[in-house]
């Protein structure tokens, strides 16, 4: 390269000289010449024509495809193509530029080194603007996929284009770190430090593309159930598996790309090999430190399989109303009816009752109690109350009833059961009933509300 360099900038110095004349080979700066100025000046000018003629026919492509109504990632294209173009240009401008002038100076040691530095700088900017025009060209690709997967509606596509995205990108990285390291001809000694550089990025990258495989996975599922809806068993069933599980291949992802990444270093490795072989103490101070931690790992596979609890139940537990928010690895948050959070470790859940008041349903029977006189009328009660259940936004037109539950020496105990959808219209639709049957007890029949009665005998009179 660097004989057809000399040869170039011979030819070119010799034609300067027949048109301008001698002059041109006069010493201006040191042995630098006027002609090697020239031939500075010329590939500079080279490169500053290219520049300006790629320039011009990226932005007539762009602007005919805007024109033609193209799709805006064949505009992407030419946009991506420009850039990396450009540096590769005037990377290699200056490479040529600086050629006359090094090959004036001689072959000094000094102008041997910067020579071989040049080289490489050139050899490292191509490739740099490559990879860059490679990545760009991922996002020009992805974003026609994602063009294409937008058209077909009713699939995954949209969510899969994005890791195919990114995996390309991670790919792209990879291959240049791998094809570019090399490039620049570092010292031998440095050769293991940049594989084990190298394979821990590769290590990384496939880490990250997992992680957002299981994701996008956890969203292609979870896409079809709407744990919103007021009929959600199914959801909430699918939401706490998936949940559950994502997590569990999450850590075993994290910890498998950790130890891939130890096991790289002989002196990581043999310590810990040393340790575990020579004290075999050590395990066994582990495992008991670590039981709890395992058994509630464990209990969490199991609430992911057998599911006594799952995502948006409705629990009482420790005497306390809510809502399964959270569901961990090691935990589970539930959220309270006053704004709290109880948070219980998963083994609770295997080890302990509890109330799931939506175990196979949402749906729930509520109960109101009243104490009344022994002279109520029961039958203009049941029409009473069957006028205000029944007018009710919260009662869900399946069951209510009115029975005589309790008599004691004082008063009658009544109960009266109805249904709701879930545990909160429960509870609203039974205060609604208290309230408004107080009301109807007391407007038409107050003499009936409990009473304490006494008998008094002549006799106690006398006395």
């Known amino acids: 390269m660097d004989q057809l ?35 500075v000046a010329l590939y500079l000018a080279l490169a500053l024509g290219l520049h300006a003629a790629a320039a011009f026919i990226l932005g007539r492509k762009h602007s005919a495809s805007i024109d033609r109504g193209l799709a805006s990632w064949q505009r992407r294209a030419y946009q991506a193509l420009g850039r990396p173009l450009f540096i590769m240009i005037w990377v290699y401008g200056a490479y040529l530029a600086m050629t006359p002038v090094l090959l004036r100076l001689g072959p000094s040691p000094g102008i041997a080194s910067l020579r071989r530095a040049m080289d490489v700088a050139a050899s490292v900017g191509a490739f740099v603007a490559l990879t860059w025009l490679l990545l760009r060209a991922t996002r020009v690709l992805e974003e026609h996929l994602a063009a294409w997967a937008a058209a077909r509606p009713g699939t995954s596509d949209d969510l899969l284009v994005p890791l195919m995205g990114v995996a390309a990108r991670v790919l792209v990285v990879v291959a240049a770190i791998m094809i570019g390291l090399p490039m620049l001809g570092l010292p031998a000694e440095y050769a293991s430090a940049l594989s084990k550089l190298t394979s821990i990025v590769l290590i990384v990258s496939v880490a990250v593309l997992l992680f ?15 744990i919103g809806a007021a009929d959600n068993l199914r959801a909430r069933q699918v939401y706490t598996q998936v949940q559950v599980i994502g997590r569990v291949i999450d850590v075993s992802i994290g910890v498998c790309a950790v130890a891939a990444v130890l096991m790289l270093f002989q002196e990581v490795r043999h310590v810990g090999t040393s340790l575990l072989a020579s004290a075999g103490i050590v395990g066994v101070i582990t495992g008991l430190a670590a039981q709890k931690t395992l058994s509630n790992v464990i209990a969490g596979f199991q609430i992911a399989l057998a599911q006594p609890i799952r995502q948006d139940d409705v629990l009482v537990v420790e005497g306390e109303w809510g809502r399964v928010e959270e569901i961990t690895l090691t935990y589970v948050v539930v959220h309270l009816w006053d704004e709290r959070r109880l948070i219980l470790p998963l083994s609770y859940f295997i080890e302990k009752p509890f109330q799931n008041w939506t175990r196979t349903s949402a749906a729930i029977t509520g109960s109101v109690f009243l104490w009344v006189d022994y002279a109520f009328p029961i039958d203009a009660a049941r029409a009473a109350l069957q006028q205000i259940v029944e007018s009710s936004p919260l009662w869900d037109r399946r069951f209510w009833n009115l029975q005589v539950s309790d008599v004691t020496e004082r008063a009658l105990q009544l109960r009266v059961l109805a249904t709701s959808g879930d545990s909160s219209k429960s ?15 007391r407007d038409h029949h107050p003499e ?16």
Do not use: Y
């Open 427 to 441: 509870w609203d639709l039974r205060c609604e009933i208290r309230e408004k049957f107080m009301g109807f007890i």
């Open 212 to 226: 957002r495989g299981v994701n996008i996975a956890q969203t292609v599922v979870l896409r079809h159930f709407d």
């Open 5 to 39: 360099l000399a040869t170039i900038t011979a030819s070119l110095a010799g034609g300067f000289a027949r048109v301008a004349g001698p002059a041109v080979s006069r010493p201006l700066l040191g042995p630098i010449t006027g002609g090697d100025l020239l031939i």
């Open 448 to 463: 009936c509300l409990p009473t304490l009665r006494a008998d008094v005998t002549s006799s106690s009179v006398t006395r």
